[in-house]
């Protein structure tokens, strides 16, 4: 692959990459990092035939390292109170699984006014119950409930947190929360609504497994009983032992999960509240519901299918011109080839430093036919780059050579009227590298520079 080549090919993934990894992205909704997340949440509901229910949540915390290397003092979990919603709360256990220890009641206090050793001490191992507002105050069941089906939108935020000691970080943290909560069965003609929501849209923490079995007072199947599990995403839902559950995998940030059940009229004795809108609407409701939310989805892979197509299509065209490039550029080179049918930079050693290097390398030390080989090796790198030429044959001292042939040479120092011309043959194969002398007195001629000859040539008669 050409140097061209390589780079066509690399243009193309960086403009197509951006694009894959922003539809990956939109598919994927990747979250902001969470110091607090939840390794699995597990829920155990039990309605009861009053119309409250029993609640056992188990909460494996991932404790991350925070800001400024603070502490994990507190952790706590929010239940919204509303007319039309939960009504009540109540608190009767809290338990770490992770070191079997039960804690007790305490008040709600400030963790950020303690240091570490205080805060083990006085405040951990402790758990509490708090109405949120400018400042956290004490929760009372008794008291402090909101009354069912009441035309007041009163809303009341209560948390339910437990103290631990301070921890910077932990990959598991287990707690067992029991607890009883009031107004989530409504009686509505024909049917009975149970309406439970334990994730909302404020919840900031991921989830990774999210888990429910709930039970009613009678058994629940498919034939009489409808289950809508609202989660924007993919649930998992099965009816066992007359038992309803359902599992979550990857619950994102801000998202929310809610259970809605239409169970048999009169499945619950005692509901928190009467409404006047019959079972048969609200099924058609959330009919409705589950309608709008598969038509988004599909829009959104709709929308994401075609900007998929138009990234590959772009890739398909920068592939094609860089392909339509490089063909133009080996027609090119062909061409070129039959123009210069070898070319090649200059070698990285001469062929007389390659025959020292061979003699080296071989143990080869002073000897005497280095310079035949260097020649050699000279004339054979000569011949490969077209600068000369070879042919098989004999050799011979007859044998041509650059100073073979007749030449006609005028002699000097003569009068320019008295010079004629002389034929002289050469009798060998080596000639003088210097123009001669002819020397009339004895018949013979002479190279000017002694040193450099290798022979004299007798003249012919005449």
């Known amino acids: 692959m050409t140097k061209r080549t390589k780079n066509i090919v690399l243009a193309s993934v960086l403009l197509v990459a951006p694009g894959v990894l922003l539809v990956l992205a939109v598919a ?47 952790l706590h979990r929010t239940i919204p109170l509303s007319a039309s919603g939960v009504t009540n709360v109540a608190v009767e256990q809290v338990r770490n699984l992770s070191t079997g220890e039960t804690y007790r009641q305490g008040d709600p206090v400030d963790a950020s006014l303690y240091d570490d ?49 301070p921890t910077k970080t ?28 334990p994730v909302d849209e404020t919840n900031e923490s991921p989830i990774r497994r999210f888990s429910a079995t709930v039970r009613f007072p009678q058994a629940v199947d498919e034939a009489n009983s409808t289950m809508w599990v609202h989660y924007d995403g993919t649930s998992t839902t099965a009816y066992r032992d007359g038992m309803f559950t359902f599992g ?45 939310w598969r038509y988004e989805q599909q829009s959104s ?37 039959a123009i210069m049918p070898y070319w090649r930079g200059l070698p990285p050693i001469s062929p007389g430093a390659a025959a020292l290097v061979y003699d080296i390398a071989n143990g080869v030390t002073a000897d005497k036919r280095l310079g035949g080989r260097q020649l050699g090796a000279t004339m054979l790198s000569l011949v490969t780059k077209g600068f000369a030429r070879m042919y098989p044959g004999p050799v011979s001292g007859t044998a041509a050579s650059t100073c073979s042939g007749p030449t006609r040479r005028r002699s ?49 008669s005449g």
Not at 141 to 159: D, L, M, W, Y
Not at 443 to 453: D, E, F, K, P, V
């Open 170 to 197: 932990a990959k598991s943290m287990r707690f067992e929360v029991t607890m009883t909560l009031a107004g989530m069965v409504t009686a509505c003609p024909g049917n009975d609504v149970f309406n439970w929501q």
């Open 28 to 74: 994927v909704r990747g979250q902001p990092f969470a110091p607090l997340s939840y390794n699995e949440t597990s829920y155990d509901i039990e309605v009861l035939d009053n119309g409250n229910t029993r609640v056992t949540m188990t909460l494996d915390y991932r404790l991350g390292r925070r800001d400024s290397s603070k502490s994990w003092k507190q």
């Open 117 to 165: 050793g205080g805060w083990d001490i006085r405040h951990a191992r402790q758990w509490y119950i708090a109405t949120q507002g400018d400042m956290l105050r004490p929760y009372d069941p008794h008291t402090n409930g909101i009354r069912a089906g009441s035309s007041q939108s009163i809303v009341k935020n209560v948390e339910i947190g437990w103290n631990i000691p």
């Open 412 to 460: 000097r120092g003569w009068p320019r009227r008295a010079a004629r011309a002389t034929t002289i043959r050469r009798a060998r194969s080596c000639c003088c590298r210097a123009p001669s002398t002819w020397r009339r007195a004895n018949g013979s001629c002479a190279c000017r520079n002694a040193r450099r000859a290798t022979c004299c040539a007798r003249p012919a």
């Open 301 to 337: 892979a709709r929308g994401l299918l075609v900007v998929s197509g138009l990234l590959l299509l772009i890739a398909a065209v920068i592939a094609a011109i860089g392909m339509r490039l490089v063909l133009g550029q080996r027609r090119l080179r062909g061409r070129l080839e």
């Open 248 to 292: 979550i995998d990857d619950v994102r940030a801000r998202s929310y999960v809610q259970l809605t059940a239409m169970l048999p009229e009169g499945s619950v004795a005692r509901p928190a509240w009467t409404d006047t809108v019959s079972g048969r609407q609200l099924n058609d409701e959330e009919r409705q519901r589950e309608a709008r």
